[in-house]
């Protein structure tokens, strides 16, 4: 079992839909989780950080952690198709450790 | 400022030669993680470094893969001799270490391996 689990997808929106992106991990040590965005042939960058239980919103991202259940996700509201991407959830499983799930590609048709 | 930077961009190598991945991370950062992603494994640990030590290596494949980090401002990946499984992009990223920090990587661009 991979420590940080995704679905593949692709996950295809409209323009302006809610975009819902899930992730599952193994170790109920992990504290810290993050969601990374890769655009095709680039490096990842960081779009949101969460710590504790509950939801955590930055512009049209909301980030929802439950520890109980071992699961985070994200939101994107009002998708555009600039938010056409693999989305990278990843957690901290050790001392400065983060492990990456394989990424869920979203396609965000006009 | 300039972010973390990985030579080369492309290589394309035959199996059985050595490979040197570089990378400078961004000045002023004390973690260095370098990661291996290909499509069938996504995004893989390699190794990484606090104030360039090296602190977990579990995630090197084999001997034949090692790193070193000589000083705060350079590290290298080295792939001694390649196989074509090798063939993934390597990215290279630093970080400050601390706790609200540490999950906030800066990626390189990445070096494409090919091994033929």
């Known amino acids: 079992q991979k420590e940080v689990e995704q679905n593949s997808g692709p996950l295809s929106v409209p323009e302006g839909a809610i975009a819902s992106l899930n992730c599952t991990y193994s170790d109920r040590g992990s504290q810290s989780f993050f969601w990374y965005r890769q655009y095709s042939g680039k490096s990842p960058e960081l779009i949101m950080s969460i710590y504790s239980n509950g939801d955590k919103e930055d512009g049209r991202f909301t980030a929802q952690l439950n520890k109980a259940s071992q699961y985070v996700s994200l939101l994107i509201r009002d998708s555009q198709p600039s938010d056409s991407a693999t989305y990278l959830c990843?957690?901290?499983?050790?001392?400065?450790?983060?492990?990456f799930g394989t990424g869920t590609r979203l396609l965000v048709s006009p | 400022d300039a972010g973390v930077i990985q030579s080369p961009r492309h290589e394309v190598t035959e199996m059985g030669q050595e490979v040197t991945l570089r990378c400078k991370p961004i000045?002023?950062?004390?973690?260095l993680f370098w990661y291996r992603q290909t499509m069938m494994r996504g995004l893989e640990l390699l190794i990484y470094f606090n104030n360039n030590v090296p602190i977990d290596d579990s995630g090197m494949p084999e001997d034949r893969f090692s790193a070193k980090m000589p000083n705060a401002s350079f590290s290298t990946l080295k792939i001694q001799p390649s196989e074509p499984r090798d063939s993934a992009v390597y990215f290279c990223?630093?970080?400050?270490?601390?706790?609200?920090?540490?999950?906030?990587?800066?990626f390189g661009e990445g070096s494409r391996l090919t091994v033929l």
């Open positions: 000045s002023g950062h004390n973690s």
């Open positions: 990843a957690a901290h499983t050790g001392f400065q450790k983060l492990v």
């Open positions: 990223a630093s970080s400050l270490f601390g706790e609200e920090a540490a999950g906030e990587l800066f």
